[in-house]
């Protein structure tokens, strides 16, 4: 039987109305093991090296899926490739942006047609090939929860090969210098607060600070700042609320380039 690549549509917060496409293991692989993950903890077999490849192909049933249903599907804001681990792990990730988009564009759209987005944590982008290969994305999405090293590591526990958080985000802006000026880059900042005294969460003033300073090197499209919205890997941490959101978008609006926006869900 042909695996399913494809879930939803559903209700993205960020993206609209989103058809989902996993293109890793049915099991989580992923370069890390975020306190807030809501598909919980990675554990050590599922947590990987940057360099980690994954071998599955799109073959004929990808296009197969992906014709059957977009042809049905005629509303969609996006077609989001990510969600059960680090997509850029998948060595032929380029051969199923391929496939998506030729079918995305035999497709006659109720309205204009749809993102192909890329959800990615960001911690492959220093790999060049990595780089020519995600950069076709109509939107990219690019994590950075933490600016700093000991934010970095507490919130995003990476694998103990992925690159220091300064090399991770000269990636981003590597990336971003290399899109051409119709293909958009976002950082996603993922917020939190920890029931723990001893657990400081990624909602503080160092971190911010040092947000600031990436958000103005990389000078993404957008920078979209959230919190979580499902049950968190670690029991201690929690959502911020509308208002904190609103405070922290406010704050590093004065630190950063005005051509960049800043939107918080």
Known sequence: MPRIYTYGPFKSRRLGLSLGVDILPKCKKCTYNCVYCELGVTKPNQLVSPEYKINIDPKNSFKKEMSSILKYVKNLDSITFGYSGEPTL??????????????????????????????TNSSTLYQRKVRDKVKDFDLILTKLDAANQEDFLRTNRPYKEVPSIDKIIKSIAKLKSELSHNHKLAIQCLLYQSYKNEFISNNNKR???????????????????????????????????????????????????????????
């Open 90 to 119: 998948n060595k032929n990730l380029d051969e199923f942006f391929k496939i998506t988009k030729s079918v995305r564009n035999r497709i006659n759209w109720k309205k204009k047609k749809p993102k192909i987005t890329l959800f």
């Open 207 to 265: 971190n911010f600070e040092s947000l600031a300073k990436a958000i103005t090197l990389i000078n993404p499209d957008i920078v979209q700042l959230y919190s979580i919205a499902r049950i968190p890997a670690e029991y201690y941490v929690y959502a911020l609320g509308e208002n904190k959101l609103k405070e922290i978008s406010d704050n590093l609006k004065r630190k950063i380039p005005s051509s960049v926006k800043i939107d918080y869900y």
